[in-house]
């Protein structure tokens, strides 16, 4: 993998490349019949991903009682989690924040690496930046308030929007930041697709901008939220899909990445068929990919060679 002059200025500050970035899975909460996953369907999720990881991350808590269910699960396997809080409704938001105080006090948080208040929801518009950093410190108190406090929160978006000024107030207020980032949905040709993610760079861009307003702050973390490509699936532009192509981007793209120190949740571990056609930011309707992004396929099984 070639590294741009850019790429190495911006990456500088994490020190020494010889210090490898944590690799996590994003891990969906259902099975691909749409039923919901139990503690001990959790533990096997978790048995699959041991030989490469210790570290998942989850979207909501109260969705399948996936709290209730994953945080013994977590225990059993001596595993890691990145939680997730959906807070895009008021409804929603309260089930979520009742969870978290009925379930934390049980189990405690030593499993617990952090806690993003949603996912992408500046990116589609669904609350405001105002309003998402409300949800933010709403949750930080009611952390405090179960003797939590030092548990990060933040929350996850894209790479494009987490490079404006406008966004300043939720980056002020986070102690960690996923930034998600997809070549093939930048219709990048295979061949382009680990220097669109690496060199050019999305991450790069959105670390330094993340940087410049956090200034000095010890104790912030930074994460590739979501990154990865479809084994399968129509193209998208010049992106197109197969199991060898998915297999390049995560040695190139992927292990390229993590040998500059950065963090990465990988989108995702296992297949979820189950999914609907996805449209992509022009309106294009993409068949195929959203049940494909796995690792893994849906009986856990590594659909190609996973060491960096």
């Known amino acids: 993998m070639r590294a741009s002059t850019f790429a190495l200025a911006l990456f500088s500050s994490l020190g020494s490349a010889s210090a490898v970035g944590l690799l996590g899975f994003c891990l969906g909460a259902t099975h691909a019949d749409g039923t919901c996953k139990s503690q001990n369907d959790f533990e096997l999720d978790f048995a699959a991903l041991k030989p490469y990881t210790n570290t998942v991350r989850i979207y909501s808590l109260s969705d399948c ?43 405690g948080v030593n499993n617990i690496i952090g806690i993003t208040i949603g996912s992408e929801v500046l990116y589609r518009k669904d609350l405001t930046v105002d309003a998402l950093a409300a949800r933010i410190n709403t949750v930080k108190s009611s952390l405090a308030a179960l003797g939590f406090g030092g548990v990060k929160i933040g929350t996850a978006d894209s790479w494009n929007i987490l ?24 219709g990048e040709a295979p061949a382009d697709m680990a220097h669109s993610f690496v060199d050019v760079s999305d991450i790069a861009q959105s670390k ?21 490509w479809p084994s399968e699936g129509a193209a998208f532009q010049s992106a197109t899909c197969n199991l060898s192509i998915a297999a390049s981007y995560w040695q190139t793209a992927i292990c390229g990445i993590r040998k500059w120190g950065i963090n990465v949740f990988v989108f995702e571990a296992f297949d979820e068929p189950g999914k609907p056609s996805a449209t992509s930011d022009t309106g294009v309707q993409v068949e195929g990919v959203e049940g494909h992004w796995g690792v893994f396929t849906v009986d856990r099984k590594a659909k190609y060679n996973l060491t960096c």
């Open 163 to 186: 490079i404006t000024d406008a966004v300043r107030p939720v980056i002020e207020v986070s102690d960690l930041l996923l930034v998600n980032a997809f070549s093939y949905w930048q």
């Open 65 to 107: 009682n996936t709290l209730q269910n994953i945080l013994p699960a977590l225990k059993t396997s001596e595993f890691k989690i990145l939680l997730g809080i959906w807070p895009t409704d008021d409804s929603h938001f309260a089930a979520e924040i009742a969870a978290m105080k009925k379930y934390l006090p049980m189990y």
């Open 208 to 228: 330094t901008f993340i940087e410049s307003v956090k200034g000095n702050s010890t104790g912030f973390d930074f994460y590739v939220g979501e990154t990865g």
